[in-house]
Structures are given as C-alpha cells and as structure tokens.
C-alpha cells in the first residue's frame, strides 16, 4: 500500500496562489512468488483517486510530493495441508467431515467427500479414491491456497465453493473465499482448521451442515 502527502495548488479570482496539503491512499496488493509487484497498477490507482479528488471541483494542480510511504507488511496465505484434529467443539456438533488425509490434498477430498458422501466412515480416505478424476486439478498447485479457489471453480464449471476459516483463539469464523457464483449444481462451503501446535499447518475439511453455536 502506497500513501502520500501532496501539496497542491489553484488560482484565486484575484490572481493569487491557493496551496492546500491532500492526502491520498491506494489500495493494498498481495505480492508473493506467483504475483508480482504491478508497479503500473499501484500508479494507475493512484492517478484515479487524484482524478477523483478534482471531479469534486476542487481545481487544485499537484505541485509537489511533501510525503511518500510504501508498507510492506508481511503477507500469510491460507492454504491446506495434511490431516489436522477437529476442535473438540466442533466434533462434538457432528457437522463437519474431516477427511484423514496424509497427503497435501486436502481440498480435493473435502470436496470430493460433499459430492459423493460416504454413508458409513465418512473420515476415511479410501471411501474417495475411486472419485479423484472426477475433479480438474490442472494448474492447481498442492497446497491449494484460497487464492487458487476461483480457478478450481473455472476448472470445474458445476461445483461452487465457500471457504471459512475458523480461529482457534478467538473460537470464531472468518470468511476467506465467498463464491461469486450462485446458480452451480453443487455447491460446498470448506473450513479451513489451523492446528494449535502448529499454526503454520492447516487443513480443509467439509461443512456438511450449519450449525448454531
């Protein structure tokens, strides 16, 4: 995120100089080893929010940057990984299946466990083998982080997906991937668990039902 402090400057009616201090900010950018830094994109957002600033009829001309400060705050992606133990809370409610994983695939059999449920065992991971071409997986990377969710989607045109994370601390839910689609044949809401020993291992399992608190 880029923000900074402009002088700018207009014309009075009587020939004088007007200088006021404006502040604008752009929007903060995820950067990692698949995205890279668009510096083009961070000026184009920021020339908009200028362009916005004058469309109010200010008529003010930037003169000079006072102050400039780029943040670079670390960034976490969410992503799943093998075989993580329910809360206790949460297993007690019987509303979420925790597919036994002992690979990174952990997304695709909590999927694959909403679209063919088990009717008994449904933990275990052979109840799914049989199904795995079922799903297109192609340019998908293992571990599958929420950013990659919106191509699994593309990938596979009847199945929507929802994905909630839930925070061990806190012992609430937030939202990291809402579906923009609304009318696919399948939809599965995920919940991606963190383990307590480990926060930096997390895990997708399935939602089969909501439940209250």
Known sequence: MRAGQYWCKRETGD????????????????VSDG???????????????????NKRGSNF???????????????????GSTFVRKPEFLAKKHCIVNVQND???????????????ASANPHRLSNYIDYVHALKVKGLNFLVQTKQISLFEKLN???????LAFEESSQGFTVEYRSPEREREHHVNLLLLEDADNPSK?????????CPP
């Open 157 to 163: 045109s009847s199945i929507s997906i929802n994905v």
């Open 61 to 79: 001309n930037i003169e000079r940057v006072s102050r400039f400060v780029l943040s670079i705050p670390p960034y976490h992606p969410l992503h």
């Open 35 to 53: 995205k890279d830094y668009d510096i083009d994109a961070l000026q184009n957002n920021l020339l908009y929010e200028v362009d916005q600033w």
């Open 202 to 210: 997390q895990h997708y399992v399935w939602i089969k039902k909501i």
């Open 103 to 117: 690979d990174e695939k952990c997304s695709l059999w909590s999927v694959l466990s909403a679209l063919y449920p």
């Open 15 to 30: 020939g004088r100089l007007m200088r006021v201090p404006a502040y604008f900010v752009t929007p903060p950018v995820a």
